[in-house]
């Protein structure tokens, strides 16, 4: 190692050379100059350094990241974009021919008020030369509610969980209704309805038809009855065996009559009756194709015509609606276009599926974060030649393994009542932690124009409700420096607005999601 010392002799500065071990000196500090510079010691570094701000992908910010060579190829991305949002929503909402066995065709005011289907949200478009990637959020919310009938009805259908009962009820001078307090099982379905209803129609119909065959044994017996009777009278047989004749004859009747098989009748009333349950089933597995590559392979050639290039998809699915602003917004303006929907409850509905986080809100507001903690404030007074040893083989490796901790051995501290604990984690959670708005922070619903259910007098109204906060914690609470997307939105704030119109007017509904 070298060491250099100062010394001023008649105020010139002079270097002395006090050990010599070029073999361990760096590259850098090798470097040979004309003129003998002064060595200072480095000084003592007070200032602290912030945390790094986040800054979010530019497709996220502007949801289009362009680049062409082409500069003409911009001016038609608005109208594309609009053209493959309204494709997007088409494809997933759409259904099968109406030539299709055991399916019913959904009328289109149906699908256009129903929530129980495949929300689309707003995505972000990367764009190359000759390639572009669209990522949109979608909810299935036609698949949760298929799953949930699917389970029900079978359950229902076979187990149910309480015995059936009914009792009579009566509106006004109507007749008396039945009423009972379950769906029907296979087995209640059987005994109540079906097997009547068959004995019924056979009594009416086969019964029917054997009747000539009954008439023509009938006077068959007769006549053989009056031969009987003769015979008799002329001694050739006895009373008493002409009775076990008659007898005989009249038993081989009763076996002509048919019975119903209910047996073999039985299976077929099963596959009637279950038949909401098969077709609840097919739709599921329409549902399931949609988003499967034979499917969506056609839609991504009418996308390629679109935008003139090859393209990709990513699809990201969200469990729940309020997750992103844009899908929690469409179905709140969904439901407020249905006058029967009052207003209020429709916006309190809203926000009552909406979970939060539990968090103790004083300590978050005020935890601040320990600077001297961070990578740069650790190493700021560390000079270059301390990370060059001769004992280590890896001097840098070295240096970060002493700042940051083993992948093997990872810990975090846990805020208790009176003390600060550590414990062992994953390193999935580990990187997990370390992202940013990862956690829900609050949720902002406003609704204003013609949404009253009255069709005259003053109908504009306009109603907000909320859950949480929209503030970021860092720029607002705790000093830190934030960055606004676009010059104008916070970072942290998730906005949407969407337009809609009822048989009263127009409507506009805003959306806010926040995290942190």
Known sequence: MVELKSEIFKGKPITKQVNDNSKNLPLLFGKKSKKISIIKPLAHIYNDTGNTRHYTPAAQEWLNSVYNYNPNYIKSLPVADISLMRLLKAYFSSELKENFPDLKRVSKRARRYTTKKIFVGKGDLKHSNDKAIVTFYVHNAER?????????????LYNPARPLTSYTQRKGHKEEKIIYNRSFSFNDFWTRVAKPYYYKKWCSEIFVQKMEIINLYLSNINTQYLILSKMVKLNLITEKDKNQTFINLCENMVSILPDPQFKEIMPLYENSYITHLSTFKKQLLLNINKFSFGFINNLVELVEKIYDKKVEFNIV??????????????????????????????????????????????????????????????????????????????????LILDTFADVGNLKVKVLKKTS??????????????????????????????RITRRLTAARSLFKMKWKGGLKHIDSSFKGLSAIMLRGQFKSNVDHTYIGTKNRNGAIGVKGWVSSK
């Not at 949760?144 to 229902?156: H, K």
């Not at 929907?341 to 979970?355: A, D, G, H, W």
């Open 317 to 398: 699915k969200v469990k729940k609606l309020h997750l992103s602003s844009d899908l929690f917004t469409q179905a709140v303006a969904l439901k407020l276009k249905n006058r029967k929907n009052r207003l209020y409850k429709v916006l309190e509905s809203s926000l009552n599926k909406v979970k939060l986080p539990r968090v103790q809100r004083i300590t978050e507001i005020y935890h601040y974060i320990n600077k001297d903690e961070l990578l740069v404030n650790i190493i700021r007074n560390d000079k270059i030649s301390s990370m060059f040893k001769e004992q280590s083989n890896d001097p840098l490796n070295s």
């Open 144 to 156: 949760l509610f298929l799953n949930r009938a699917i389970s029900l009805l079978s359950r229902l």
């Open 420 to 449: 600060i604990k550590q414990r062992n984690i994953s390193l999935q959670n580990y990187v997990f932690n370390l992202l940013k708005h990862l956690k829900m922070r609050g949720i902002r619903i406003e609704a204003k124009g």
